[in-house]
């Protein structure tokens, strides 16, 4: 009987620990439940964050590129924010988020501008009243309304993620080239505002080049005039240039004319021309030296060294996207008679609607008397300003606008971002 009494009680009592060991496995399930949902649900809100991330440095890089207008010449036209607004709007759509499911949206109040490095609440959005001098641009890409997974059945409420990014344009280390242009090096250096020339003539000879700048191939003795001509128009590019590295000079190359027009939106006709499509053109294609009834009238500069400064009114045409303008370019007649091929757009669309900045470029600087290779000397920015002529007979001017290295030059290209001491031109980069 006692023994009897004995099996009684120890079966109750693993009977009492059998249910002891199921309450402590519910809790500690509800426990490690809570636990994944939180690791699911915090992991989810991180990668939404890093999404956004990426679409805000997109965003930002984009704005910054488009920050190209020099504040030393005045005040810049608020085209200039309105491009670089657009552009990181534009950049950031191209993002999902939310395991790449849902489009990342930027609205013009999360693009915001400032002159100087600041705190982030120093940036003003365009309608705030952001400066039109601005030189850094910070985009906020935000997702609201993510609702949890798991923590949800806990009484967790919708969670917010935001991700800023601020860019600028400083020197690169290696670059991709701007145009196909060297400027020959010069003792003293020319002087902001000074009118280079160049002349192309066709007498048989590939060197007959005249003036202060040359056609140069990044690639020596690979691409020559196709590769010119390609890079003209914008259809390919030389990437990895870095200060130091040997470029040549090929001559002549008039097949390089037309490509070089399409900057200014003039286009010539026939089968395989160039289309604003396929070889965008400049915001603007109004061509220095003009002449009445344009305003201001800007001619070829007299003295020693010439100095034109026509970059001012370059950028308020950009801002008006004024076409190049056949009556107010110097000569009677005729386009036609004053030997420039092709037809711009008389209505400025193309410009509108396709244009960036194609005609302030980054061009190497060259010892041109120093042979057939010669090494990068350094980066100038300088400015496009009349289109070439048939035959190349007449005479192509650029505008020098300082080292496109320093800050505020109004040139930039594309490349690997350097230090303090990078000697490349201007590139967009990240810098918060």
């Not at 013009?108 to 030189?135: E, Q, W």
Request: glycine letters at 12%; one cysteine or more; hydrophobic letters at 40%.
């Amino acid at each position: 009987m006692e023994r009897v009494v004995q099996r009684t009680r120890r079966s109750r009592g693993r009977r009492g620990q059998r249910g002891t060991v199921a309450i402590i496995v519910a809790l500690s399930a509800l426990v490690l439940f809570g636990f994944a949902g939180i690791a699911i649900d915090v992991g989810r809100l991180y990668v939404n964050k890093t999404e956004l991330q990426t679409a805000a440095d997109a965003c930002a890089l984009a704005a910054a590129a488009e920050l190209t207008c020099d504040p030393a010449a005045g005040a810049c036209p608020a085209s200039f924010l309105l491009n670089a607004q657009a552009a990181g709007i534009f950049a950031a759509s191209r993002n999902v988020r939310d395991f790449q499911v849902n489009p990342v949206v930027v609205t013009p109040a999360d693009v915001t501008f400032n002159t100087v490095l600041a705190p982030n609440a120093g940036y003003l959005s365009i309608a705030a009243g952001a400066s039109t001098n601005s030189r850094y641009a910070m985009c906020t890409a935000r997702a609201t309304g993510i609702a949890p997974w798991f923590m949800g059945l806990l009484g967790s409420g919708a969670q917010s993620v935001t991700a800023p990014a601020v860019a600028t344009l400083a020197p690169a280390q290696s670059f991709c080239n701007a145009a196909p242009v060297g400027i020959c090096s010069k003792p003293g250096g020319y002087q902001l505002g000074e009118w280079i020339t160049g002349n192309f003539t066709s007498s048989g000879n590939n060197d007959d080049v005249t003036g202060s700048f040359r056609w140069v191939d990044f690639t020596p003795n690979a691409g020559g005039n196709s590769e010119i001509r390609d890079q003209l128009a914008g259809s390919t590019a030389v990437c990895d240039i870095r200060v130091g590295n040997n470029v040549q000079q090929p001559g002549v190359q008039q097949g390089a004319k037309a490509a070089y027009n399409t900057r200014f939106g003039i286009y010539p006709n026939g089968a395989n021309a160039y289309t604003a499509a396929t070889a965008p053109p400049d915001h603007t294609g109004y061509g220095y030296p003009n002449q009445a009834p344009g305003a201001p009238v800007i001619s070829i500069p007299a003295g020693n060294p010439p100095i034109g400064n026509a970059y001012a009114d370059y950028r308020m045409r950009q801002s008006t996207n004024t076409p190049f303008t056949p009556g107010e370019y110097p000569g009677t007649g005729t386009q036609a008679s004053r030997n420039i091929p092709g037809t711009p757009d008389p209505n400025g669309n193309d410009y509108i609607t396709l244009g960036s900045d194609r005609r302030l470029v980054a061009a190497p600087m060259i010892d041109c008397s120093g042979g057939n290779v010669v090494p990068i000397l350094g980066m100038a920015c300088v400015l496009m300003l009349n289109p070439m002529s048939n035959g190349a007979n007449g005479t192509i001017f650029l505008e020098y606008r300082g080292l496109a290295t320093v800050a505020g030059s109004p040139c930039r290209s594309g490349g690997l971002a350097g230090g303090p001491g990078a000697t490349g031109p201007q590139v967009p980069t990240l810098v918060q």
